[in-house]
């Protein structure tokens, strides 16, 4: 390879791109424990938005009063089955958690911080949980804010040793490695 065409995920000053720092699976082999699993929430959430919509996908979402609830359903069903298989298979880790930490704020603010108040506040419906305050909104909002902290976990580490961006990453350093 000459010296014109840089490898892959670096720049032509030999140094890795902002997009290869990006990508580089820098967490702990552990870190393919929470991956897994934030992947396989993500996507069984997202298949769930699909097949049960007034439950789960625009019913819901037409309830507790997010805009454009017949768009927004279908929309995030999309977003966390994509970024969840993506996270599943451990391609472009940051990247694909990086929705779901949006993801997540989007359903704490419209789906627990009404329980916080004890009423719904803005467009927000306060229309499920039957106690109101801190410990209610700290119950309802367990999962919420794991699914939170561990996506945002995935956004600081990227992948680990197991993840696809490994693989690729030890492709581009052998690419990198030959000459022509």
């Known amino acids: 390879m000459s010296a014109a065409y840089p490898r892959a995920g670096s720049s032509a000053s030999g140094g890795p791109t902002a997009l290869g720092r990006l990508l580089a699976p820098t967490a702990p082999a552990a870190a393919a424990l929470v991956r897994g699993v934030v992947g396989l929430v993500f996507a069984s959430e997202g298949i769930q938005k699909f097949l049960y919509a007034e439950a789960q996908g625009a019913g819901r979402f037409a309830r507790i009063g997010i805009p454009a609830p017949e768009v927004m359903g279908p929309f995030i069903g999309a977003v966390e089955l994509v970024c969840g298989l993506l996270l599943l298979a451990g ?8 929705p779901l930490v949006a993801d997540m704020l989007v359903a704490l603010a419209s789906t627990k911080v009404p329980i916080l108040l004890g009423g719904g506040y803005w467009r927000f419906a306060h229309t499920f949980a039957p106690k109101a305050g801190v410990w209610a909104f700290l119950h309802e909002s367990r999962t919420d804010l794991a699914m939170l902290a561990c996506s945002a976990f995935l956004v600081l580490v990227g992948g680990d040793r197991w993840s696809l961006d490994a693989v690729l990453a030890g492709r581009s350093r052998r690419a990198g490695g030959r000459s022509s």
């Open 91 to 98: 391609l472009g880790t940051r990247i694909a958690a990086a």
